[in-house]
């Protein structure tokens, strides 16, 4: 939701690509699910200069620049309204799916470029703040793995217990007389 996952991209011959003219998808196309389980997901395509196509499944929406920004019109879509709006129209079948006439009907707010502007500049500080925490999270979470393996390992208490081995040995001697 928001974002493009390309982390296993798939490659056609170029040539093939070039005869593609209705699939090809350009830098800041936005882009939404049409079929199945990520119905209705939209993101914006942001690699400039690298050719790409979608399949039948991925509605391609470019975007007059001059009248409203990508991620102004992502925000949109992705908003509780938005998706109430595109999926109150799914059809329900052998699998969900919206249809490209419900896309060409989704009606979008377009205040002036300035506000959006504005709206893209705060929305961008969310963002980056909000992929700052999630990657904490991860690296808090790694940390806490490696002190729980630490611990039932024992290499999290090995040089305290070097240290302190007589102690050690003192209180086992006392637990087997009690």
Same mark, same amino acid.
């Given at each position: 939701?928001?974002?493009?996952?390309?982390?296993?991209?798939?490659?056609?011959?170029?040539?093939?690509?070039?005869?593609?003219?209705?699939?090809?998808?350009?830098?800041?196309?936005?882009?939404?699910?049409? /079929?199945?389980?990520?119905?209705?997901?939209?993101?914006?395509?942001? *690699?400039?200069?690298?050719?790409?196509?979608?399949? @039948?499944? /991925?509605?391609? /929406?470019?975007?007059?620049?001059?009248?409203?920004?990508?991620?102004?019109?992502?925000?949109?879509?992705?908003?509780?309204?938005? @998706?109430?709006?595109?999926?109150?129209?799914?059809? $329900?079948g052998a699998r969900a799916n919206i249809s490209l006439a419900n896309i060409r009907d989704f009606m979008l707010f377009t205040p002036s470029l300035e506000l959006q502007k504005r709206f893209a500049a705060a929305a961008a500080v969310f963002n980056a703040t909000t992929h700052h925490q999630e990657t904490n999270v991860e690296k808090i979470e790694t940390l806490? @793995?490696?002190?729980?393996?630490?611990?039932?390992?024992?290499?999290?208490?090995?040089?305290? *217990?070097?240290?302190?081995?007589?102690?050690?040995?003192? $209180?086992?001697?006392?637990?087997?007389? /009690?």
């Amino acid at each position: 939701m928001g974002f493009l996952d390309i982390d296993s991209p798939k490659f056609i011959p170029h040539e093939f690509h070039s005869k593609l003219l209705r699939s090809q998808i350009q830098y800041d196309d936005l882009l939404i699910n049409l /079929v199945g389980a990520s119905i209705g997901r939209p993101c914006i395509f942001s *690699r400039p200069n690298t050719p790409a196509n979608v399949n @039948q499944a /991925v509605a391609v /929406v470019t975007l007059d620049h001059s009248k409203i920004l990508p991620e102004f019109a992502l925000a949109q879509i992705m908003s509780a309204a938005g @998706q109430q709006n595109l999926l109150g129209n799914r059809v $329900e079948g052998a699998r969900a799916n919206i249809s490209l006439a419900n896309i060409r009907d989704f009606m979008l707010f377009t205040p002036s470029l300035e506000l959006q502007k504005r709206f893209a500049a705060a929305a961008a500080v969310f963002n980056a703040t909000t992929h700052h925490q999630e990657t904490n999270v991860e690296k808090i979470e790694t940390l806490f @793995q490696t002190l729980l393996h630490r611990a039932f390992d024992g290499t999290l208490t090995a040089k305290w *217990r070097e240290g302190h081995t007589k102690d050690l040995l003192q $209180e086992m001697e006392h637990q087997t007389k /009690v």
